[in-house]
Each structure stands twice: as structure tokens, then as C-alpha cells.
């Protein structure tokens, strides 16, 4: 297999290191969450009360709808600190927009119609019932962590008088400034030590209210959609499949059948008058047996081909490449075809077609020279590129060559992109999860 690079390679983050980022970053979501959510409960409760007293006129539902324009810009600006707490790339709602060339009324109750407008609210409404105590907390623990730890250093600057009583005093460890020193360090280092795990706790709970009112219902939204299109990308190739089954069945063995059919029976007639012509009839008769096979051979292996089940994708993708009609450099990991780095059998197929059929487009429509075809293993993704120094032109039209491959690999939960501007080059690469 020919090495890829894949760039530079990261700067190794120590445990400590790695540790500090994230009680900062955890810190400063908490600590900053106080002020959005005072801003957002004070604008939330300002226009509704403004909305409710308007509302006897028609200048309450442009307040509304105002309301709910500055609820959803407090929530993008929530959406854009989620994936630093919860490491989870962004996800924003697709919400409804007005038509172009909508009325004036018809915008202002664009957003009313909206669920999510109502979940940006209804969060600028209850986040700071968690946000309050939370930040409490960590700054609490801060408190503690810092003065706890650093105890020692000012104990000598905090007044006291004859009759003040130290909390070591109280707990029976002695009335002296290294009682002292001992107790407030020990709580410090306490506080030191936790304060990641509460700082982590705090905002994954801050996070988890976000999450689920701003991101989880459209994120669920995402899912069912796309799903949907996997579904019918998966209907799509199937059908595709099917039929050009059976248009290369009823094209090729189907018409050497019936013409095998007519030759035996007129072998039959001619065996008693002619036996020499009947024997040149059965001599075309097993030739046409023979083409059929082969024809039945080569639609098998277009299905399931049997090299591709015992011995696993490169060897499969190495006979591909073999029998195309344009030279065919291919690289591919080697591992994909021993036991331990075999892909799923469904995995296997759709990449398989997704070469076959690469290949077969850049034979029949490219008038390219070479090409070239290269798979390679990332984390959890194989990648396929399929490139050729033809004319170009290829698009993902339904009706071409193309589309059915985006159906295979759409439903497969994949990606394809093809970039074939006028002249060539073309390069096909599609993207598969595994």
C-alpha cells in the first residue's frame, strides 16, 4: 500500500495539561453563563409583560416576534459554547423563514410559528434556575481552592481578638497559627482537587439544559431526515439495481436462450434429413451455451462477486482493475483482506460497487488514458477516490451514471463528491462510515 500523509501530527497534549484546559474552559462556561442569563430571563420577562400589555393591539405581536428573534440570537451564541463542554460539533436548528416577498404580517408570525422560537425562549426563561447555583458553586470551590491553599501566606495578616475562636479551636485540633495553617490548606487542597470534577459537573448540567432545549430536538429533527434520505437512497439503488438486472438479463442471456432454444430445435429436425448441418447446429448451439455462461458470470459478479466474499475487498477491487478497459493504477490497504481489517459485508458491497461502477463510467463516457483508484482506512471512515485524466463533464444528474452511485452511498450513510469541470480532469471520492 502506498502511505498517505495526513499532515502534521498534533502536539502531544499532557494528562495535566489536558486537565487545567478543561477546568478552564469548564470554569469560564459556568462564571459567563451568569450574565447571558440575566440578560436572557430580563428579556424574556420584559417581552412578554410588554407583549401581554400590547397585545390588545396589534402592536403586540411584532414585540412577540421581536422577542423571539433575541431569544434565538442568545441561543446561536449558547450553540457556539456547547462544544467546549460537551466536545460535540455544533448543531443549528433549521428554522422557518419567511417566503421571499412575504407581507409585513406574514414575517412577524413567521417565528411564532416556529417551535424551536418557543424553546429559545422557554430557555432564556428557566436556564438561570440552574445557572445561579451552579455558579454559586464553582466560585464557592474557587474561593476555597485559592484562599484554602494559600493559607499560610496571609495567616499572619488576618486580625483576631482575645476572644475570637478559630474553626480549629471549635474542632478540638489546638488554638495555634500552625492548627490553623493545617486545617484551612487541608480544605484548600480538598477544594484543589475537586474543583475539576465540580467544575465538570456544573456545567455538564448547565450544558445538558442547553443541549436538550436548543440542540437535542433538532439534532432528533437531523436524524429522522436524514435517515428518511437513506431510506430512499437505499429504495432508489435498489431499483436501479433491479432494473439494470433486468435489462442485462433480457439483452444478453435471455436472447442466447431463445436463439439456444430455436437452434436445438432445428437440430432436432435436420438430424434425420441432414446430420452434417445438424451437427454444425449443435456446434453454434454449445458455443452459445458457453457466451451465456460467461454472460451469467460476469452479471454474478456485478451482484456479489465471489473473490470479493473469500478474499475480501483488495483482492476483489485488484480483479476490477484488471479487467478495465482503461489502465488502472489501484492502491489500496492490504489489510482490509486479512480477518482482523475486514470491513462489514454491507461495507464491502457498496464499496465495491462504488469502484465497479466508477470504473465502468470512466470506460464508457471519459476517453481517459489512465486512471486511478485509491482506498484507504481512516478512523471511522474508508475513503474511496476513483480519478482519470478524461474529458470531464461528469455530473450526479439523475439518469447518469453517477446518480446511482450517490443512492448507494447516500444510503449507506456516506458522502460523494465529484468535481469534473469541462476539459478534465475527473475525481470521484466518497467518504463511507464504519
Not at 425562549?121 to 484562599?147: I, M
Not at 481517459?368 to 444528474?397: N, Y
Request: hydrophobic residues 45%.
Amino acid at each position: 500500500m502506498t502511505a498517505v500523509p495526513l499532515g502534521a501530527a498534533p502536539t502531544p497534549t499532557t494528562p495535566v495539561r489536558g486537565l487545567v484546559r478543561q477546568l478552564l474552559r469548564d470554569s469560564g462556561y459556568v462564571l459567563f453563563s451568569l450574565p447571558l442569563a440575566l440578560v436572557g430571563f430580563t428579556l424574556a420577562v420584559a417581552g412578554i409583560s410588554l407583549t401581554a400589555g400590547l397585545l390588545v393591539t396589534t402592536l403586540g405581536l411584532p414585540v412577540l416576534a421581536g422577542v423571539l428573534y433575541a431569544a434565538r440570537g442568545l441561543a446561536d451564541l449558547e450553540r457556539l459554547r456547547l462544544p467546549a463542554v460537551l466536545r460535540q460539533p455544533r448543531v443549528r436548528p433549521v428554522y422557518l423563514a419567511p417566503e421571499r416577498g412575504a407581507g409585513f404580517w406574514r414575517r412577524v408570525l413567521t417565528p411564532m410559528r416556529d417551535p424551536q422560537s418557543w424553546l429559545d425562549l422557554l430557555h432564556a426563561f428557566v436556564r438561570l434556575l440552574v445557572t445561579l447555583p451552579t455558579f454559586v458553586v464553582v466560585v464557592v470551590w474557587w474561593a476555597l481552592a485559592l484562599t484554602g491553599t494559600l493559607y499560610g501566606a496571609y495567616d499572619w495578616a488576618i486580625p483576631r481578638g482575645p476572644d475570637d475562636q478559630d474553626l480549629s479551636q471549635l474542632l478540638g485540633m489546638g488554638d495555634g497559627a500552625g492548627a490553623r495553617v493545617a486545617l484551612n490548606t487541608a480544605i484548600g487542597l480538598f477544594a484543589l482537587f475537586t474543583l475539576p470534577l465540580v467544575a465538570r459537573a456544573c456545567a455538564r448540567i448547565q450544558a445538558a439544559l442547553a443541549y436538550s432545549l436548543l440542540t437535542g430536538v433538532a439534532e432528533m429533527r437531523q436524524r429522522i431526515t436524514t435517515l428518511e434520505e437513506q431510506k430512499r437512497a437505499a429504495a432508489s439503488a435498489e431499483a436501479s439495481a433491479l432494473r439494470r438486472l433486468e435489462r442485462d438479463i433480457h439483452d444478453g442471456p435471455q436472447q442466447r436462450l431463445v436463439r439456444l432454444a430455436m437452434d436445438l430445435s432445428r437440430a432436432r429436425q435436420q438430424l434425420a434429413a441432414d446430420p452434417e448441418a445438424a451437427r454444425r447446429t449443435l456446434d453454434e448451439a454449445v458455443s452459445q451455451t458457453r457466451e451465456t455462461l460467461d454472460e451469467l458470470r460476469a452479471l454474478s459478479r456485478g451482484i456479489a462477486p465471489p473473490i470479493l466474499v473469500d478474499r475480501g475487498l483488495p483482492s476483489a477491487l485488484a480483479a476490477l482493475a484488471a479487467r478495465a478497459l482503461v489502465p488502472t493504477e489501484l492502491v489500496v490497504d492490504d489489510e482490509l483482506g486479512t480477518a482482523a481489517g475486514r470491513l462489514d459485508p454491507g461495507l464491502e458491497s457498496t464499496a465495491y460497487f462504488v469502484v465497479a461502477e466508477a470504473l465502468t463510467n470512466v470506460a464508457k463516457h471519459s476517453r481517459a488514458a489512465a486512471c486511478r483508484v485509491e482506498v484507504t482506512r481512516k478512523v471511522g471512515r474508508l475513503e474511496i477516490t476513483v480519478a482519470d485524466d478524461g474529458i470531464g463533464g461528469a455530473h450526479l444528474a439523475k439518469g447518469h451514471g453517477l446518480s446511482g452511485i450517490a443512492d448507494r452511498v447516500r444510503a449507506a450513510g456516506g458522502t460523494l463528491e465529484v468535481a469534473s469541470p469541462t476539459g478534465g480532469p475527473t475525481r470521484i471520492h466518497a467518504e463511507l462510515p464504519r
